[in-house]
Structure formats: C-alpha cells, structure tokens
C-alpha cells in the first residue's frame, strides 16, 4: 500500500500564494501519476491538476496560469503552488497516487489539507 502525508494547507487572503505538499511512502510500488483534487462543501471531488511520471502535466481551465504542480521522484513528493488564490479556490485538496505494486493497481488517496481564501 501507499501511505500520503499532506502539508500546507491554511488560511490566506485573495491574490495570495500556498504550497502544498504530498509525501508517499510505502514498499515497492512505483508511481505513474501524482495529482490534486479540490473538494468544496457540498460540491463533489474535482481534479485540480496532474502530473505524470514522465512529466506530463494536466490542469483544470479554472486554475490554469494560477497553479503549478511537480514533483521530486526521488522524495517521491508532488507540490502544487498555488499563486493568485481566489475565494472560490476554498476546498479540502487531496492527494492522489497512482502506483503500481507488481501486478496491482494500487490508487492512493490523503487525508486532505483545508485551504481557505478569504475575499
């Protein structure tokens, strides 16, 4: 299994910045693809953004130019920066992993982080 650790969640005004991040860990898996999902109060989960092992990024139209992910393979962490906070960003942001373990497909989630943008 894949274990995830959140970080960087929090309050910020609008027009700020945050930096999230999300470290796996667990025995023998390999990753294929990192991401970030938002989830608002009584909306449902919603990709943020993606990135893939090889590099290849996807991002959702509302947070294109604002956001940003990576991530350091060696850590086996994913970042999402996240410039130009909007009110309407506020959501739990989860992790997610996608892994393979052998021959199983292995899809990771964290306990989300609560990011909060005043206006």
């Known amino acids: 299994q894949v274990q995830l650790v959140e970080s960087g969640g929090g309050l910020v005004q609008a027009g700020g910045s945050l930096r999230l991040s999300c470290a796996a860990s667990g025995s023998s898996f390999s990753i294929t693809a990192m991401g970030w999902y938002s989830q608002a109060p009584g909306k449902q989960r919603e990709l943020v953004a993606t990135?893939?092992?090889?590099?290849?990024?996807n991002y959702a139209d509302s947070v294109k130019g604002r956001f940003t992910i990576s991530r350091d393979n060696a850590k086996n962490t994913v970042y999402l920066q996240m410039n130009s906070l909007k009110p309407e960003d506020t959501a739990v942001y989860y992790c997610?992993?996608?892994?393979?373990?052998?021959?199983?497909?292995?899809?990771?989630w964290g306990q989300g982080t609560q990011v909060t943008v005043s206006a």
């Open positions: 990135i893939t092992n090889t590099g290849s990024t």
């Open positions: 997610n992993v996608r892994a393979r373990l052998q021959l199983t497909a292995l899809n990771s």
